[in-house]
């Protein structure tokens, strides 16, 4: 089955440190894997995709099929980055999981 | 262009009722999607449409009905509510190919008392 786990609902650091949002997923495929996050009143939106190999905002997020993990990782976060976060996988018949997020706090 | 729009922002039901959550698109995406937002739930798949006329069931499809009779459109129905549908509802729509980011609506706030 088709399943994506984001262990951490909430997760607080301070501005500065680094930051590793986890997620993991179960797919019996070759899974195509994005993050995207949503800022207080804004609309949902994509922050980066495992095969563009990008970084945004200084976010980056590297596959790991040994693991079936997708983290992403910031090393110095800033306060601008609270936001909610979602892990999503596409699937083979073309819809999209998401898992249940984490709501990511920076603190000054 | 406006992207994905969807009405109402807001709607208070009473159990039992009906209505109907409207999506549109103005970016000639195939796929379209509606997801409902539980607070430490995520967003789960309701129903999304690869094309107009085609229909498949995501995750949590139960007391909800869609038809995609136009490219731009996807309708989301809800029959007889229920308080466990009290929810933030979104629309999501993507293009064929390419590398599948999704576009999102503002999302529908939906209570029902």
């Known amino acids: 089955a088709q399943r994506v786990t984001q262990p951490e609902k909430l997760l607080s650091v301070f501005k500065g440190a680094p930051v590793e949002l986890k997620c993991n997923y179960s797919y019996s495929g070759s899974p195509e894997l994005f993050w995207y996050v949503q800022y207080s009143r804004q609309r949902l939106q994509l922050l980066l995709r495992h095969i563009s190999r990008e970084s945004i905002k200084g976010f980056t997020a590297d596959l790991n099929k040994g693991e079936t993990s997708f983290h992403l990782k910031k090393p110095f976060a800033q306060e601008e980055d609270s936001a909610m976060y979602y892990c999503?996988?596409?699937?083979?018949?073309?819809?999209?999981?998401f898992g249940a997020g984490t709501r990511l706090t920076v603190k000054p | 262009n406006a992207g994905v729009t969807q009405t109402p922002k807001f709607r208070i039901l009473k159990i039992g009722q009906s209505m109907t959550l409207q999506c549109t698109q103005d970016?000639?995406?195939?796929?379209m999607y509606w997801y409902r937002q539980d607070p430490g739930m995520g967003l789960k798949l309701i129903y999304y449409?690869?094309?107009?006329?085609?229909?498949d069931k995501g995750e949590v499809p139960n007391g909800y009905n869609v038809s995609r009779s136009t490219t731009e459109d996807f309708p989301l129905r809800l029959e007889l509510a229920a308080p466990s549908q009290t929810s933030v509802y979104f629309c999501a729509s993507r293009r064929q190919g390419g590398p599948g980011e999704l576009f999102f609506g503002e999302g529908s706030r939906l209570t029902v008392l």
């Open positions: 970016m000639n995406h195939n796929y």
């Open positions: 449409s690869v094309g107009a006329g085609i229909t």
């Open positions: 999503a996988l596409r699937g083979n018949n073309n819809d999209m999981r």
